[in-house]
Every structure is written in structure tokens, then in C-alpha cells.
């Protein structure tokens, strides 16, 4: 059973689809079980109706009608594959299956411009038609631009689709005109058992007397239908409505969109124009791409790699582009996307800015100030800062902008040439002559803008300042992606609280990931508390932290704390840390309410916490380093740390209140590179602790200085 | 009129493909068009270092020729030009009284991401076209692609079958025969010598309506036209063509 390719334009395999299509039961090119794939290039005139129902003789499985990669549009007229319409019948195309044979028939990723010219007919694209009750005729159409449709007096389905198992998602269809007195669809579903998913369609319009115009009708009185994610906005006429349909309790609908209250299910949204949605309605210039802060945005639901109905996976990669692709090509999954409404999975610009001497920003302050700039971010954006060069925080700052303008993240950072090795010194840095209480704060209690802060430096210099200095991280009492915080890949040492208490980074929140952190040095005398790194919230992850030598009265080098006492959620998940040589009265290299999900832990006493933990080692025996003012926490050769820890991968899911994943590079620099900036995925065993020793590094000729390092060297 | 027909059947079943049926039927005009639009595709045209398309006048003229519109941008609003009629409106993030709106920056910047944008730069304004434009004048489009290239129109009356076709399928031509003399056929009547044959309902009955008896036709070799291990083309030139009457007729069911 092979897969057998044909191009199909001038000088091509074939030159016409219409050939291509007849060939199909040629078994000198097709064997029984193959799938035949015609790659479609090049613009193609269809003045007579393609039926598209060959194949079935020779015994092929599949039929699928596609356009090579580079060849594909990007969901705007014009810009891929054209198929220029002007067919005067009721169908200008039609996959089907004649009687007793079963083969799946999948069109994707053409653009059908009908011209905005009357033919003389209804003008369908059917795809299913002739119905059929098993998997083996279910057809697929995906990915495909429709426009322009003027129907006249004829009613107009512009896309029907039937078939039991049909899928139709990922479409754009837009701007449909008909005088009938009868109706006219846009996007028509007319069988059970099927899937409708993240279709956009707008302006199906109809002026004839009594006539109904219907962005999306869905004939699902039949039952087992899964319709999710779709837009249907614009629709006009004597009897319009963006949605139709009668919903069966074996059907289920959600996430969908209307300009009017009819969009169906659950979770749906209603009211939205298409000018706060669309990049552009203009005639001629149509962008029916998701605007920054679209209602859409963020409001579909997740169908994964493929709609189930019925007991059968559809929409997937068996058949061709799966539902997890939208009308760029972009992977709704592998992105770690929240779901979008619609056939745009909308991707936020990234602005980036410099923060430096003679860079945009000349403090990390300034660029924090600028956050809800709207000459400078949109709704929607991802802002980045790139700090570089040594900074003095002489007041606190607070990293909670951007919400008033719309961004979707915050990213303060160090870019690549800047970052530290590990070690003091080496890379960008913060000092704080600050009093307060805090010295930096990564917060918002009302909008939900993801925080990131990554590869900074915070030197404390060991001088007792009046204030406790903490590194805080909130985002307020509230739950959920938009509000994520991600602590990473930072560096912070030498702190002296006196007699303050002091916990060096504060995490009180839900859904944050802290990974990938060295803290050393952190004293005080205070008998309230002295913690290196606290977890306060659940739905968080602490992994592959480093902690040595927090000193104190019942100290504790990272602690954990559910705020229900009862332990029912205190699912702080804690993996591959690193605390040693915690001292004080009472102290304990880890504390707290044990993490409720935690394993292959490290303490140099016998308080680390979760199963695979290794405990009683010492820091001596662990880090290259500990020498005061030369500290350097990497891993040395024969560490009890190498190879103990778990593997993590790219990601992690807290599984409680949602299933929150957090640590993926969607946030910065996922929890699989290590403080060094090594994928462990390249490893064959996690190492517990900031550090992936890598052993060929030991005898390695010394890599050149970053700038940092060269500005350093010269003190 | 240049014809595309099998050469084997498939079943009994007529809705799937019998010997002689018609697959395509294209007109010169079609044939014009298509290399037009070969010639012109934006895809061969390269994108400058500034990111934007090159507005070589041989392209940007056939988008001129071809497009309803022009747009051209002015800061955060857009110029549209109806071209035909020289008709000039305004457009911006908020709707006109048509709904339409346009957020202009995120439209480019969209555009210029793709290999396969149309965005040229005009004395400083970023410029696109779109757009149907109704009735194109092909003649027109010949005149600016003769204009800005080498290649000719008269080169280009023939469709370019590919090799498989010439090998699976028959090929032949044939001529239009009004008031005693040869004359092309219009792209309509070849519309109408091709596609199904249907019922009252519109229902297919027969996969093809139009059927090439080639084994009855003298200028048409059986043997090669059936031998899908060679490459043939019956096509003649002038006279030599077959009258599409003698040629094509209707099949039966």
C-alpha cells in the first residue's frame, strides 16, 4: 500500500485536475490499498464540473487533492493555489462514490475564487455527496479559501458536505451573494456523525424576498454531530442568521462565534462584529485573520490531533492536514496554542526592546513603564525586554503592565551573548540599593498577562538593606494560562536580610513554574522566616532549582506551603531540586507541606522530599565550587546528583484545576535547558539541580567571552 | 479547440470513466489565459532584499490589468483605487458605511511574512492589488506582457499536455466550421463539450457527456492513442483538424 504523488500543472504529471481525476483507476500507475495525491500548483480555471469520484475500481483507500507546502496560500485571495470558477451547472465540483465503492476523498488548501460573477447556477462544491455509512467513504474538506460567490437567483450551499464521518475544518469562506426567494448557505453540514471545526465564514447575503441566508447551517437533527471553534459572522437578509441548526442530544457543539445570538453549545460567544475580529473586511484586501484581542482569541476549545465521533478519529493526519493545523499551517499542538475560534490560530507579535546604555530602554524600570504604550505594543503582543550590562534597582520594580494596552506576555530577559555561565559575574546583573520591601515584583490582580523573567543576575552584594528584598511573584488570587508566571534560568546570591525575614523568591501564586535557578548565600537572623526559594500556591512547579547555603533560624532552603491546610491541594509539584548545606536552628534544606506530586529531590540532610530522593550529600561533594566569592554550583565530576534526576521533558502539566502546562518554551526558555542553556533532551539521563553536567565540556577549549564577560574580565 | 479523451474504460458503471470520453476541452482562449497567468505569476518574480516583491513592470502590469482594485497605504489608512473607473476611497480600522475595515499595519505585516505576498513598495507606499475584476481584457494583457518580455501570444495557442497525459490519454484537436470556413472555437461552446451528463434533476447519469469515437477517426492512430507505454499527440495544424461536429458527439447511456 503506497502513497502515489502526481503533480498537477503546466508541465506537470498532468496538467489539469480533470486528468489527474480520470487516471485514478489507471492501475499501471495505482495498486489496491494506495492513496493517490494529486499536488495541485499553479492556477487553474474550472469552467465545467470536476466529479471526483474515480479510484474506487483499482481498490485505492485514499484521494486526496492537495497543494505542495510552498505552494499553499495564506488564507487570503491570491497568495497560493487559485481555482478560478465559472462553471454554469448546479456543481462546479464534486467528490463522491459511485455505488459499492468506498474511498475517501480529502480536498485541501485551494483557494476557489468564483469571481463575483453569476454563472447560471447554484455553484456547489459537494464533498460526501451520495451520504454513506462507513469510514471508508468519509470525505475531507480542509484548509480551502472560498469567495466571491454571486449566485443570482439560484439558492446557493457553497460547501456541502455529507457523508457519514465528513470533516470540514480550518476553511475561510467569505463574501456570498444570491436574489433566490428560497435560501442560500454558505457552509452547509447535512449529515450525522460528523465533524465541523474552526471554520470561519463571513458575508453570506441574500436580498430575494423571503429568502434565508445562513453563514453556517447544520442539519443535525440526525445526531452524533461534533461542531466546535467556528465562526459564522456578517450574515445578511430579509431572513438572516449567522447560525441554523437543531441541536439532538447526541450532538455537541461548543466555542462557537456569532455576530448575532445564534451561534450554538456551550461556552459560545455572541455579538462580536466582524471589524473587531478580522484583520481586514475590505472588498479585495479580505484578511480574515484573527485581530490582536479578538473575542476569538483564546476562546475555542482544544480538540487535540482529531475530532472523535462515533467511535472513529477524523479530521487527522490519516487522511491529510489535521485538525490541529490551522489556515497558515501552524500546529495548534505542538505550539502549546490555547485554542482560537476560527480558522486562524492567531500568534502574538513579539516587540522587542533593548535595555542598555544606548539601547531603547536605559533601565529595566523605564521599560516597565512603557508597557501600556500604544504607540509602541498592540492588543495582543508579546512584549520582550533585553537587558544587557549591569542595572541598579534603587526602587522596586514591578513588572505588572501591558494589561490596559492588551499583551499577552511580558518577557524580561538577557539576550543570548549576555547571559550568565552560572556563575557571578558573568552576564547581565542586577544590584539593589532598594529599602523596600521587595525589590522586584512580577504581579497583575486584573488583566491576565503572562510574566517571564529569565537569565538575570540578582546580586544582593551581602549588605543589610532595611527591607526584605524579595523576589515576589504574583499574579493575584485567579487561576489559568493568561496569568502564568515563569521564573527561570536567574541567578541570585549573596543576600544578608539582617534581622528581616526573608524568603528570596516568593511565589504566591497559582500556575507558575520556577526552574532552572541557582540561589546561594541567603542569611538572616530573623525567627519569622529565612527560605531560599518559598512555593506558596499550587498548580505550580519548582524543577531543577539549585539552593546552598541558606542560614537562619528554622531555615529552610526551598519551602513549600499549601494554603489548605488539609493538604487537599497542595500540589506544589516539585522535581530535581537542589538544596544543601541549609544551617540554623531548626533548619532543614527543605520544609513546608510535602509537594504533593515530587520526586528525585536532593538535600545534603533527609529532607528531601518525594520518592527517588537522595539525600545526606554535601555540597563539597556536589559543586565544583563553594569557595565565597568564586561560588560555582555546577555539578562535579562523580556528583550523586548526575543522572538521579527525572526526566521532564519539554513541558509539565499540573494536572489539578485544568490541566495548567507550564515551562514550555512558549514562555522563554522551557524547563529543559539547564542553567547553561543545554537541552537535556540531548542527555541521556536529567541530572538533579540547575546544572546538566556534560562531560565533554570539562576538556573543552574555553568559548569565547560574551560581551558581559569581557567588560568583567576587565575590572 | 484542443481535446483530452480516454482511451479505456473503467467499469460498466456509468458513472465512471469509458472509453472516449471527454476529460477537457480547452479553447485557445483558455490556453492564452493560462500562460498569461504563468507568465505573470508573481511566484517568479523575486522578493528584494527590502522584503517587498519586485515591481517589475511586466508583473505589476498584469496585476493592473487583472485586479479590481489598488491599494496603496498611507499611514494608517489605505488608498483604494477602483482602476477601471479611477474611483478612489478611503479605508481605516474603523468601518465605512459597508462594514468594510482594514488594520493595516497587521495586514502587511501578515503579508510580508509569506513567500507568496504581492506587496509591492511605490514611491515609498506599500501597494497591492485585488480584487475581481470583471471582464478582463485579455488583449490588453497580451499587449503589456509582449511589451515587457519575449514572449508571444501567438506561441501560445496550444495547450502544453504533459508527458503521463500524452501517454494515459488521447489528444486531438479539432475547428470550428461557420458560413463554409475554419474559425476557432469559443471558449464556450468548449465548455459545453465537456463535464457529465446529467438528468432533470441535475443528477449525474454519466460520468461524461461527450465522447471521442477516435477508432472511427482517420487522423487518429488507435494503436498509439491505447499504448499508455508511448507518448502520442494526434493534434494537426489549420484544415488539417478534424471539425468538431465529425469529432465529438454525444454519448449514450
Known sequence: MATVEKTIKTGGDYSTIAAWEEDLDESSIYSSGDTAVGLVSGDHEIGTKITFNSGGTVGLVITRLSVPEADRHDGTAGSGVTLTISTSSNYCFEATNPSGEDVRRVVEWLEWDYEDTDHGGDEWISVGSGGGSTIDRAPVFSHNLVHDVDCGSNIGRIVQVGGWWSATHNNILYTVRSTSSAYCHGLQCNERISAVANNTVYDVATTGSGANARGLKINSELGYLRCFNNISVGTAGTSAADWDGTWTGSTIGANNLSSDSTAPGGDEVHGEAAADLFVSTSGGSEDLHLKGCAAAVGAGADLGTSVTVYGNAIASSTTGTAVNFDIDNRDRVAEWDTWDIGADQRVSPIVTKTIKSGGDYTSPSAWAADLDDSSIYGCGDTAVGECSGEHELTTELILNGGGTVGLVQTRITAPTADRHDGTAGSGTRWTSSSTGTKIFRMSHSVASVQRTCEWIEFDFEDTVRSGDEWIYITQGLAEGTGRLCNFSHNLLHDMDAGSSPCRLVWAETYCNALHNNIVYNVTSTSTNFVYGINHYFYNSLSSNNTVYNVSGPDANGIYYYSRFSSGAYDNNDAYNNISVGTSGTGSADFGGYAANRSSNNLSSDSSAPGSDAVTGESAADLFVSTSAGSEDLHLKSGAAAIGAGVDLGTSYTVDVHGGITVGMSRFGTALNFDIDNYDREDADDWDIGADQRVAAAASALPVAMNTYQQMMRGR | ?253
Open chain 2, 1 to 253: 479547440m484542443d481535446l483530452l479523451f480516454r482511451t479505456s474504460t473503467v467499469s460498466a458503471d456509468p458513472l465512471t470513466g469509458s472509453d472516449g470520453d471527454v476529460v477537457c476541452a480547452m479553447s485557445c482562449e483558455q490556453t492564452e489565459r493560462t500562460a498569461a497567468r504563468n507568465i505573470c505569476d508573481h511566484h517568479g518574480f523575486q522578493i528584494l532584499a527590502s522584503g517587498y516583491r519586485d515591481a517589475d513592470p511586466l508583473l505589476v502590469g498584469f496585476l493592473g490589468e487583472t485586479n479590481k482594485y489598488r491599494f496603496q497605504r498611507d499611514g494608517d489608512r489605505v488608498e483604494r483605487t477602483e482602476i477601471a473607473t479611477g474611483a478612489v476611497d478611503w479605508l481605516g480600522s474603523t468601518p465605512n458605511d459597508a462594514g468594510e475595515s482594514i488594520d493595516v499595519e497587521q495586514y502587511i505585516e501578515r503579508r510580508l511574512r509569506h513567500s507568496g505576498h504581492r506587496i509591492f513598495l511605490d514611491a515609498g507606499r506599500e501597494t497591492w492589488y485585488g480584487g475581481t475584476r470583471k471582464n478582463i481584457d485579455w488583449s490588453e494583457v497580451w499587449n503589456n506582457i509582449e511589451t515587457h518580455s519575449d514572449h508571444r501570444r501567438a506561441s501560445f495557442q496550444d495547450w502544453e499536455f504533459s508527458a503521463l497525459e500524452r501517454q494515459h490519454f488521447g489528444i486531438c484537436n479539432c475547428r470550428g466550421f461557420r458560413n463554409g470556413e475554419s474559425c476557432e472555437i469559443s471558449h464556450v461552446t468548449c465548455v459545453e463539450h465537456s463535464g457529465p451528463l446529467v438528468d432533470e434533476a441535475g443528477e449525474m447519469i454519466r460520468k461524461a457527456r461527450w465522447t471521442v469515437p477516435y477508432w472511427d477517426i482517420s487522423s487518429i492512430d488507435t494503436d498509439q492513442t491505447r499504448n499508455k507505454n508511448q507518448e502520442y499527440d494526434a493534434r494537426q495544424v489549420g484544415d488539417d483538424r478534424e471539425k468538431l461536429d465529425d469529432l465529438v458527439i454525444e454519448a449514450t447511456v
